[in-house]
């Protein structure tokens, strides 16, 4: 368990000393992501994620990109819809240093106006790259056929490019002001540190932060719908979801097993019936995706030939179908053992530690791996069973990507099932 520091100004700070390692993964994890964003604001959370590289008060953008590379310390970001994290990893003696850059960089950045035209670009041709893979666009659109794009949770993290080309400096500035108070932000360190001297160098970091009222959103639902698009290529990209349960309810841990169940690894039902036996794609997975008072499950597969489009429909449905109330013991045991090694696989990282402290405590979530573990480990088969009820009976949706004349509709997703 690590140890929490909440500063007067409402800043946290999370130790989590690993001793026998020689290195520390750092960083500071943000309640601000694109589901705070209006329509006019969507992509800020992206845009302002990548200007906090190119200076601050402190650092230039040069200094920025060499500093860390001559410490050989691994630096990044990422903008999720619910939280921005900005981290790095390197060994132990490179604490410090990394401490006054990452502090400085969200801090105090100072948004250089020339390289912020140079970022604008950038990201135009990040969503480019995202739009030309087939697989990475159709979860874009899985959220629009989710939520619709009238729902910030529907709109793309990066954001639409004419918002990208409009932004200006003090969209930034305004942005940065509103979210980033010390409430909302906590700096976690997991590996081998100097306790004492990390608290000090964190603290008069965060010491002139504003402090705040928690984050909020507008609340957001799954209503479901469709979202096609035809390409000049052979292969189709399918995605089918329905509504799930929010993060944190004991019925979204059920349903969590059940996507285990249903598409996760190669013994899986769905993997085993469409690709094992069938060979009709390479590969199949099922899943949630669960947020703040929301949640949506879904099955993803790419690679489908267009003349076994039919077939592929109607085994996965199929396949929904029999799922309902047919859970055994011993699906429910293997799916224990898989997910009880996973979280225990990310004990043993001390980058995965720092990303799942700095997530659950923005999230309000077990900050104990064992009390992970056995929340997962309090569902029941019954629980399991009555998830493989709930799910593909609300908010249903689909999402592909294709050949113009093989798309698959919504209505024939919901047909029989």
Request: proline share 4%.
């Amino acid at each position: 368990m690590p140890e929490i520091i909440t500063l007067d100004n409402g800043f946290t700070i999370i130790l989590d000393h690993v001793p026998h390692v020689e290195r520390a993964s750092l960083g500071i994890w943000c309640r601000a992501g694109s589901r705070f964003e209006t329509d006019k604001e969507s992509g800020l959370s992206h845009f302002l994620e990548h200007m906090f590289f190119r200076g601050s008060q402190k650092y230039t953008n040069d200094q920025i990109n060499e500093i860390p590379d001559s410490m050989g310390v691994d630096i990044n970001a990422y903008t999720s819809k619910e939280n921005t994290a900005y981290h790095c990893t390197g060994l132990k003696e490179a604490v410090p240093q990394m401490i006054d850059i990452l502090t400085d960089m969200v801090f105090n950045p100072t948004f250089p106006q020339d390289l912020m035209e140079i970022e604008r670009g950038a990201i135009l041709s990040e969503i480019n790259t995202y739009y030309q893979n087939p697989s990475a666009h159709t979860s874009h659109l899985a959220d629009e056929a989710a939520y619709g794009l009238d729902q910030s949770m529907g709109q793309p993290i990066l954001g639409p490019k004419d918002n990208i080309k409009s932004f200006q400096r003090d969209d930034l500035v305004r942005f940065k002001e509103k979210l980033y108070t010390a409430p909302n932000m906590a700096f976690v360190i997991s590996g081998n540190f100097d306790r004492d001297q990390v608290i000090d160098l964190v603290s008069n970091a965060a010491k002139d932060l504003k402090p705040g009222l928690k984050n909020t959103f507008a609340a957001a639902s799954v209503r479901g719908g469709e979202a096609i698009e035809g390409r000049p290529i052979e292969q189709l990209n399918v995605y089918l979801g329905c509504e799930a349960s929010p993060s944190g309810t004991k019925e979204a841990l059920a349903e969590a097993i059940y996507g285990d169940i249903m598409g996760s690894g190669m013994s899986s039902r769905l993997h085993q019936e469409v690709r094992e036996k069938r060979g009709l794609v390479y590969g199949i997975q099922a899943g949630a995706q669960t947020y703040e008072g929301v949640g949506e499950f879904g099955i993803f597969s790419a690679g489908i030939n267009k003349q076994d489009k039919d077939t592929f429909m109607t085994v996965v449905k199929d396949e929904i179908k029999k799922s309902r109330g047919t859970i055994t013991q011993a699906e429910l045991d293997k799916s224990m053992t898989g997910l009880k090694n996973d979280l225990y696989k990310g004990m043993e990282s001390i980058g995965a530690r720092a990303r799942t402290f700095g997530t659950n405590f923005l999230g309000e979530k077990p900050l104990d791996f064992d009390e992970m573990y056995n929340r997962y480990a309090s569902v029941t088969l019954d629980d399991v069973n009555d998830a493989s009820h709930r799910m593909f009976k609300n908010g249903l949706h689909l999402a592909a990507i294709g050949p113009q004349d093989s798309l698959p509709t919504l209505d024939e997703f919901k047909k029989d099932l």
